[in-house]
């Protein structure tokens, strides 16, 4: 657990709440809101610890999902698609939640005596049962900020939620759906951290990162379910004419070696803090229908080629983009390349979907999630 304490302007002692998000390091979907929700409480005085839900479970029980996931999400995507139907119900979650260990159990009270939580916030849905055990004995109250744009599952639904936070109006809808009250759904955006909003010279940025202002940039997103087709497709993106590829590999170092040695022409990086630059930077991202990923493209104006997507949360994210006019849906080379040269051959510039990128991002979102979870 990471726990901060109080920095910038404080409140006032009687309006003083203690905060405890739980979120989840298992794709940036759910990190990315946490971080920037953590950024905006600090900046505006709060107490905020922060816990990953693998430090309530604990190590055996979190390794063991964390492989499944894995080879589920990344190999065998009809095994991971079996398994999200069959625990997307309300007696399933339920056994599941009991399963816990008691190790588990009294280890997660004794953090929730100590902390004191006025308010808990989750943007890791599989943490939302397990906390409303707690709430009714200790007297928090239960904010969820829901990170799936429009495929939702069941298990983002807890008994006993004070509220549900929502990027959009179809996420919305998708919860009616799931039979939520409308009374406790608010439309307030996808939080993101400040510096997705502050304005930074393109021009500047190209240099500092040695690439043309006149290449076409591709920037490839490989940090999570790096695509089959990757290698193959990276090579022939590097080849083409006036075009720069960006590769970002993330923690996956063995990656990282592998690409460096076989795209020469091509930037690949590993873990970077700035991803933001490189989106406005680029002309287009291509890479998983993850939704921390879509929205900060969005938010940057940055048109996206979602080159896969998990069934069935991340269907529903693809398919809103391709929707709205911000992505396109290709899953093979062949349509990758076309796409890109359609792209390259008719000088579209990512401008274009900044007049769209309020259909998807509200600017404001960080700052008015924050405004109502410290109203509470």
Not at 85 to 105: F, G, Q
Not at 292 to 320: D, H, R, W
Not at 349 to 354: G, M, P, R
């Amino acid at each position: 657990m990471t726990v901060i304490g109080r920095v910038g302007s404080s409140p006032t002692p009687s309006t003083m709440k203690k905060i405890l998000i739980i979120t989840s390091a298992y794709g940036s979907g759910h990190k990315v809101p946490a971080e920037a929700l953590q950024e905006e409480l600090l900046h505006r005085g709060y107490a905020v610890s922060v816990l990953d839900f693998k430090d309530i479970i604990g190590t055996d029980p979190e390794r063991i999902s964390k492989k499944i996931y894995e080879l589920s999400a990344e190999h065998l995507p009809l095994l991971y698609q079996g398994i999200a139907s069959i625990t997307d119900s309300e007696k399933i979650l339920n056994r599941i939640s009991s399963l816990l260990p008691p190790s588990s159990l009294k280890k997660f009270e004794q953090l929730l005596q100590k902390t004191k939580p006025d308010i808990i916030v989750t943007t890791y849905p599989a943490a939302n049962r397990l906390i409303t055990m707690y709430k009714k004995k200790m007297g928090f109250s239960l904010v969820t900020v829901v990170t799936d744009l429009k495929s939702l599952h069941r298990y983002w639904i807890a008994p006993g939620t004070d509220a549900y936070l929502v990027p959009l109006r179809e996420t919305k809808i998708a919860l009616r759906a799931l039979g939520v009250p409308a009374r406790l759904i608010h439309v307030l955006g996808f939080p993101l951290r400040p510096v997705f909003t502050k304005k930074k010279d393109n021009r500047v940025l190209r240099q500092n990162f040695s690439i043309s202002t006149r290449a076409f940039v591709v920037l490839y997103m490989l940090h999570t379910g790096p695509d089959h087709f990757a290698l193959p497709l990276a090579r022939k993106i590097e080849m083409m004419p006036n075009t720069q590829l960006v590769v970002i590999c993330g923690k996956n170092e063995k990656l990282r070696t592998q690409l460096v040695r076989k795209l020469p022409h091509a930037h690949v990086l590993g873990f970077v803090s700035n991803i933001d630059e490189y989106l406005r930077i680029a002309n287009v991202a291509m890479g998983k229908a993850g939704t921390g990923f879509l929205m900060e493209s969005a938010t940057m104006g940055c048109p996206v080629i979602i080159t896969k997507y998990l069934k069935p949360q991340e269907e529903g994210n693809a398919q809103l983009f391709e929707e709205k006019g911000i992505g396109f849906i290709e899953t093979s080379t062949t349509k990758i390349l076309k796409r890109l040269e359609e792209m390259e051959k008719t000088g579209e510039k990512k401008e274009v979907s900044k007049t769209k990128t309020p259909l998807i991002h509200n600017l404001n979102a960080t700052r008015r999630i924050v405004n109502y979870i410290t109203s509470l």
